[in-house]
């Protein structure tokens, strides 16, 4: 019922006249048109390019949250030359192999997925120069927790606003 059958198509016969929504063909452009106004939204960062970011989860949890496992990201960078988006262009800058810390569960787990988007976009990251004047590769204004412990004042947990914080920063920078 709806539909009718020829030799080597299906039909369907639900509207009449051949009036409804486009065919699906033409609905996935649409789609991809609306996913690429969403990207434009995001702010870019100038994150050096070349960096890597991996999940690992580690069968321990983290201060204040005990009833789940721990989202350990390692980023990776190696040494570089600046490019034009960067403080001191063809110069080079240190590399650096950052770790942060995230509790896995529903909130944990979506956060890692914003913050996958953020590292796209070149957000998470930029060059600067350090206290001794040596350009290097540093966390922007995405705050990451890179200690498993020490609370708020050290960049580890338990910090019971930590996650919504992230969260929000995220999303100001268009990533939602």
Do not use: W
Request: hydrophobic fraction near 25%.
């Amino acid at each position: 019922m709806g539909a009718t059958q020829t030799k080597d198509k299906m039909h369907c016969t639900r509207y009449l006249n051949g009036k409804g929504p486009p065919p699906l063909g033409e609905t996935m452009g649409t789609q991809g048109s609306n996913n690429h106004k969403k990207n434009n939204l995001i702010k870019q960062g100038n994150q050096p390019d070349g960096g890597q970011m991996n999940c690992n989860i580690e069968r321990r949890s983290l201060p204040g949250h005990p009833e789940c496992d721990t989202i350990q990201i390692t980023f990776h960078f190696e040494d570089g030359i600046q490019s034009n988006n960067h403080p001191h262009p063809g110069h080079g800058y240190r590399g650096i192999e950052y770790v942060a810390y995230l509790p896995e569960n529903s909130t944990g787990t979506k956060i890692v997925r914003l913050l996958e988007q953020a590292f796209q976009h070149k957000l998470l990251f930029t060059v600067a120069a350090n206290l001794s004047g040596e350009y290097c590769v540093t966390p922007a204004d995405i705050p990451l927790k890179t200690r498993e412990s020490g609370g708020p004042g050290s960049l580890g947990y338990p910090d019971p606003n930590y996650l919504k914080s992230v969260r929000k920063t995220l999303k100001l920078k268009g990533i939602k």
